[in-house]
DNA sequence: CGCGTAACGGTTGAG
DNA sequence: CCCTCAACCGTTACG
């Protein structure tokens, strides 16, 4: 379950304990980072932890990505790409093989031994959730989930650039990946700045609180000042994989109409505090957040 | 004061 | 279907 609120932090931000921060927070970071804010100035500004800016830089630096890592679940010891790979073409050659049969055949294949052979339910578990419907499969490339295979239910760790960004990371791989190409162009409508709700509950502030100091709206502009669906289209900050995987943080923000629930349920949580105000200025969220939390 | 990081309490999901 | 456990999370506190 996601939690409707978070906790707040020291800063006065509102976190949910375990769970990674938005993506366009995280992605704030690294821009920020990199016009030169110092990170004790970062985490102030965003309200975030100085030990998780100081990390998400870190990680930034070493891998290149802004993404957290992949969260749960276990390490695929025995389900690797190619074993799924394998699976899925014994069970396109001859559609009523059993799981048994096909483990029988991974053995005899020499795809897995003794040791790293899937048991008969994860193989169940792989042809009813990576394989499932192979009509319509395309093609899966292995170690490499970039693409969105056509799952019913993404699992909130499709986020992540699993196996490129887990690694230690081989000092080749660091930096910024040479492909930029662009898959798709963010529609206005689901840019992380709307999804996330910034600029309208800034808007809702404002009218809301007819006090409001527009010096904190510069300062927050400023540090705005590029919109996220821009950023997160074009920013050298997000690779590709990272761009495909941004998207789907609708989960956290975005609702298709009207953003009702979990939208701003997360956002008017204040995960993304409308604008960086001290911590004393907090109470007035209220006004604009009906679902502050306590 | 700024920063790196261990400890902590938490979530997640493959096996 | 439920449990286990190792992965990750962000915050906090310490050096």
Same mark, same amino acid.
């Given at each position: 379950?996601? *939690? ?6 020291? $800063? ?9 921060? *938005?993506?366009?927070?995280? +992605? ?5 980072? #990199?016009?030169?804010?110092?990170? =004790? ?7 975030? %932890?100085?030990? =998780? ?14 993404? *957290?890592?992949?969260?749960?679940? %276990? ?23 059993? /799981? ?6 991974? $053995? ?18 792989? $042809? ?7 009509? #319509? ?8 989930? %970039?693409? &969105?295979?056509? #799952? ?11 196996? @490129? ?45 007819? @006090?409001?100091?527009? /010096? !904190? +709206? ?15 289209? =074009? ?7 990272? !761009? /495909? ?15 009702? %629930? ?8 204040? @995960? ?7 911590? #004393?200025? $907090?109470?007035?969220?209220?006004? &604009?957040?009906? /679902?502050? *939390?306590?």
């Amino acid at each position: 379950m996601e *939690p409707a609120f978070g906790e707040v932090n020291q $800063l006065g931000g509102v976190f949910v304990n375990g769970r990674p921060l *938005p993506n366009a927070i995280r +992605l704030r970071i690294v821009e920020l980072a #990199q016009l030169g804010i110092r990170p =004790c100035d970062i985490s102030r500004q965003l309200r975030v %932890s100085h030990g =998780c800016v100081s990390k998400i830089l870190a990680r930034y630096n070493e891998t290149g990505s802004i993404l *957290p890592g992949a969260i749960g679940g %276990s390490k695929p010891r025995v389900t690797t790409p190619t074993v799924v790979k394998h699976i899925r073409t014994y069970k396109q050659r001859d559609p009523g093989i059993f /799981a048994w049969e096909i483990r029988d055949r991974l $053995l005899a294949d020499g795809v897995c031994d003794k040791f790293n052979l899937p048991s008969v339910s994860s193989i169940s578990r792989i $042809l009813r959730n990576k394989i499932g419907n192979l009509s #319509q499969q395309s093609h899966y490339e292995s170690g490499k989930p %970039s693409h &969105a295979p056509p #799952q019913p239910a993404l699992p909130y760790n499709h986020l992540y650039s699993y196996p @490129s960004s887990k690694v230690p990371t081989p000092p080749g791989m660091a930096g910024l990946p040479g492909h930029m190409a662009m898959h798709r162009i963010w529609p206005s409508s689901h840019s992380v700045t709307d999804i996330l709700g910034i600029r309208s509950i800034t808007e809702q502030q404002i009218s809301d609180s007819p @006090s409001f100091p527009s /010096a !904190k +709206l510069e300062e927050w502009s400023a540090i705005n000042r590029t919109n996220f669906s821009a950023a997160a289209a =074009c920013s050298p900050l997000v690779n590709a994989m990272d !761009k /495909a995987h941004l998207e789907p943080e609708a989960k956290y923000a975005q609702t298709p109409s009207g953003l009702p %629930s979990t939208v701003n349920s997360y956002v008017t949580a204040g @995960s993304i505090p409308p604008y960086p105000l001290p911590p #004393q200025c $907090l109470p007035t969220w209220g006004t &604009a957040a009906p /679902a502050r *939390p306590m």
